[in-house]
């Protein structure tokens, strides 16, 4: 059965801080992994998308690091803002028949103190 | 431009009743998805439409489910007879394109539905 399990379930860090969030899967076959941040009350918006090929892929203050090998990835979120209080979700990509299926973890529940 | 849009964004209902989920993809987004999120919970895909293929209705949890896209756009998850445990919010996700590749999807809002 394709799993998506995030760590930890949930982190407060003060503000400016650095964080790392944690993402192990088994789904097969990998298509694509992504990261996704969700506010409360709204839907989940696209932080990165990566393939199996690619190790690394940063969105301003955000850095997602994959590896296919031990089939782990992390996000790490540098010099934390307030706005950064969140769920983080991440999701991989499954190859299917004409169609991927996304097997979504159950997050990170991130909150940023001033 | 405008984004996914859902209505209601709450909706409470008795135990027993039917209730319809309506959902407004991107314009000229022909992938949309319908996903569920209970407290606690990854998201559940229900159902996903594209173009003018047969829906992919393999993750709709019972035969209470059902969902409709008409003419390609918007689209409406109903439920019917509601239990207590369909409590959950209901995202809805619009993508250019289904199928392999590195499409993405946008999120709307959600329905948040009680069931009392």
């Known amino acids: 059965k394709n799993q998506v399990e995030q760590s930890p379930q949930s982190l407060i860090i003060l503000e400016g801080k650095n964080c790392t969030l944690q993402?192990?899967?088994?789904?097969?076959?990998?298509?694509?992994l992504r990261w996704y941040k969700q506010d409360t009350g709204r839907g989940p918006v696209s932080l990165t998308i990566?393939?199996?090929?690619?190790n690394t892929k940063s969105n301003g203050r955000y850095t997602a690091t994959l590896d296919a090998d031990t089939k782990q990835s992390s996000l790490h979120i540098t010099a934390s803002q307030l706005s950064d209080s969140a769920s983080y979700i991440c999701v991989v990509s499954a190859l299917g028949f004409g169609n991927e299926k996304l097997t979504f973890g159950t997050g990170t529940r991130l909150t940023i103190i001033p | 431009g405008a984004g996914v849009s859902q209505s209601p964004s709450n909706k409470v209902t008795e135990k027993g009743k039917d209730v319809e989920l309506r959902c407004d993809p991107i314009s000229g987004h022909t992938a949309l998805y319908w996903y569920r999120q209970s407290l606690g919970q990854g998201l559940e895909f229900l159902i996903y439409?594209?173009?003018?293929?047969?829906?992919?209705k393999s993750g709709l949890p019972s035969d209470r489910f059902s969902a409709e896209r008409t003419g390609g756009s918007v689209s409406t998850l109903t439920i019917q007879r509601t239990q207590q445990e369909d409590s959950a919010v209901y995202l809805c996700?619009?993508?250019?394109?289904?199928?392999?590749?590195?499409?993405?999807?946008?999120f709307g809002p959600g329905t948040r539905l009680t069931v009392t």
């Open positions: 996700a619009s993508s250019p394109r289904a199928g392999v590749g590195l499409y993405e999807q946008y």
């Open positions: 993402c192990n899967y088994t789904v097969s076959p990998f298509s694509n």
């Open positions: 439409f594209q173009g003018n293929s047969a829906p992919d």
């Open positions: 990566m393939t199996f090929s690619e």
